[in-house]
């Protein structure tokens, strides 16, 4: 048998009901305010005082790396604290336009398409910009790899092919062995898509990513160089035949995630496959000028394995510039090897793209 409350602490219930609904009304209305003060924007509101009569926003955009405001309830004001990045100055930034096309297999892929400010968007020299991972995804913010290239005059497509993580476990397993194949396959329709839009001057096109994105960016450089113009390859992998496994995400099936998605290679048959779509066997196919670029202490891939493929360069006379940092990783962290970074991006890129 269920036993009714008293009748006053139904009474009471009802009341807090009817105060929290217009609480929340109240908050609904303040938030809306405060969001239509920032149309173009990202907001975060956050860090209230106690009687939430004051407030700290937070906002960011593809053009925006970040800004704080305090907000007072009671005045119905907001005003400004400071700029994550003070030095940017977003009115001058690109936006990210998000951008959907059919894979040749018939798959639809997402991404982004970033044209340089004040540029009519046409025939442009562009970047295509894989991320890393592969199981990471792109998002729509701000991206100071891309906005740099977007100040410079290049349009930049980055593409969240298949195996990108957050468009559920179907679009994951179309990856599993496809590494080199049809993932490769969906940067280069991304490619192919701009141009029948009219973005793109193919005369003038690089591809430039980082760890996987720079395995991708060598792999067109051995399988496809007739599509781009220069390579640029940092932190990359380029022999997917050997495996490391520490430190590796062990799947249920007892195995690591690595061979169900990337193929086993003590298994013949992937080990073929893995050989036939790494970039360190096929060197002698490299057409265009490559930057190849790591960090001694890179802990996620072998030194050994960066040194390997600029010997291939070298054994078979491609042109290259390899440069290493002693005190860098996987991805450089300190402020001077940026700033060199960036500097050696925008001489190479200067000197093979119009």
Same mark, same amino acid.
């Given at each position: 048998?269920? !036993? ?17 609904? !217009? ?61 994550? !990045? ?37 025939? $442009? ?32 497509? +980055? ?89 590796? %995400?062990?799947?249920? $099936?007892? %195995? ?34 490559? $930057? ?7 802990? +996620? ?17 491609? /042109? ?12 450089? !962290?300190?402020?001077?090897?940026? $700033? /060199? ?14």
């Amino acid at each position: 048998m269920i !036993r009714r409350p008293p009748r006053s602490t139904l009474d009471r219930s009802s009341a807090a009901s009817d105060v929290y609904k !217009r609480q929340d009304e109240d908050l609904e209305q303040v938030y809306a305010t405060i969001e239509a003060s920032f149309p173009n924007d990202q907001v975060s509101i956050g860090g209230w005082t106690e009687d939430e009569d004051k407030a700290i926003i937070t906002t960011w955009s593809d053009t925006n790396p970040g800004e704080m405001y305090y907000y007072d309830r009671n005045k119905g004001t907001i005003a400004f604290i400071a700029k994550s !990045r003070p030095w940017i100055n977003k009115d001058e930034m690109s936006p990210m336009l998000p951008i959907s096309f059919t894979a040749r297999d018939g798959l639809v892929v997402n991404g982004y398409l970033t044209v340089p400010k004040n540029s009519d968007g046409k025939n $442009l020299p562009l970047i295509v910009n894989p991320h890393g991972g592969p199981n990471a995804r792109d998002y729509w913010g701000y991206n100071p790899e891309v906005q740099f290239y977007a100040t410079r005059g290049y349009g930049v497509i +980055q593409i969240d092919y298949r195996g990108t993580t957050g468009y559920g476990r179907k679009e994951m397993m179309l990856a599993n062995h496809e590494m080199g194949k049809s993932m490769q396959e969906d940067k280069y329709d991304a490619l192919f898509w701009a141009n029948e839009q009219g973005y793109v001057d193919m005369n003038n096109v690089c591809i430039s990513g980082a760890s996987y994105g720079g395995y991708a960016a060598m792999q067109a450089a051995t399988k496809s160089p007739e599509i781009f113009k220069c390579i640029i390859a940092y932190v990359g992998v380029y022999d997917l035949t050997s495996s490391d496994l520490r430190g590796l %995400q062990w799947s249920e $099936l007892s %195995q690591p995630m690595e061979y169900i998605e990337k193929g086993n290679p003590r298994d013949p048959e992937d080990y073929k496959n893995l050989y036939e779509n790494s970039p360190l066997f096929f060197a002698e196919n490299v057409e265009d000028p490559v $930057l190849i670029i790591t960090g001694r202490r890179d802990s +996620q891939v072998r030194f050994q394995e960066t040194v390997d493929m600029v010997n291939e360069l070298k054994k078979y006379g491609k /042109e290259h510039k390899y440069i290493i940092k002693g005190e860098e990783g996987h991805g450089f !962290r300190r402020e001077t090897a940026r $700033l /060199e970074l960036f500097e050696d991006y925008e001489k190479f890129l200067a000197e093979h793209l119009n």
